[in-house]
T-cell receptor, first 114, second 112 residues
């Protein structure tokens, strides 16, 4: 089955700096890669996703890049703000079943200091 | 628009007691439904998924069970809780055949 590794487990940055979270996956058939943000005591929320036919996708201060050859993808957050502090999860899926087959990384706790 | 409700938000139960967590989805029909457990430092673990009423698939053998008595209702149960059942439980839904998951707010279970 799919295996997703996520690094780092914790990341501390100063407000205004950039933050990068990296994930690798094992199944070359995976073609869908979402990122979720989980604030304390809440459920994860989808913030951006990318499919295998695209190498990069951007939405305001966040961007995701995908390297299918190397089987890794990354989340980039620019101009970080204290409200970006949360746990971020990456995930991967082949999308070949009739239900969601997402495999999640173990999460990265991002702390943005004012 | 679609919304997902999950309750209770917090639960403290003694070892050996029963459990019932409920999840409902509004604004859509025939959703795929999921129960995940989140333990500290271990990410999101899929416990059960359902593609229709009465259809339950288990991903991990455990002390828990799931039921789907109605199209948009998903219940997580246990007859006798163990200490190891403590954790944060998340309900989620997706459009059939799609990978995009929408999560509920979660239920924090503490077994003492």
């Amino acid at each position: 089955g799919e295996n997703v590794e996520q690094h780092p487990s914790t990341l501390s940055v100063q407000e205004g700096d950039s933050a990068v979270i990296k994930c690798t996956y094992s199944d070359s058939a995976s073609n869908y890669f979402p990122w979720y943000k989980q604030e304390l005591g809440k459920g994860p929320q989808l913030i951006i996703d990318i499919r295998s036919n695209v190498g990069e996708k951007k939405d305001q201060r966040i961007a995701v890049t995908l390297n299918k050859t190397a089987k890794h993808f990354s989340l980039h957050i620019t101009e970080t703000q204290p409200e970006d502090s949360a746990v971020y999860f990456c995930a991967a899926s082949t999308g070949t079943s009739g239900y969601s087959t997402l495999t999640f990384g173990k999460g990265t706790m991002l702390l943005v200091s004012p | 628009s679609q919304t997902i409700h999950q309750w209770p938000a917090t639960l403290v139960q003694p070892v050996g007691s029963p459990l019932s967590l409920e999840c409902t989805v509004e604004g859509t029909s025939n959703p795929n439904l999921y129960w995940y457990r989140q333990a500290a430092g271990r990410g999101l673990q899929l416990l059960f998924y359902s593609v229709g009423i009465g259809q339950i698939s288990s991903e991990v053998p455990q002390n828990l069970s799931a039921s789907r008595p109605q199209d948009r209702q998903f219940i997580l149960s246990s007859k006798k809780l163990l200490l190891s059942d403590s954790g944060f439980y998340l309900c989620a839904w997706s459009v059939p055949g799609a990978n995009v998951l929408t999560f509920g707010a979660g239920s924090r279970l503490t077994v003492l």
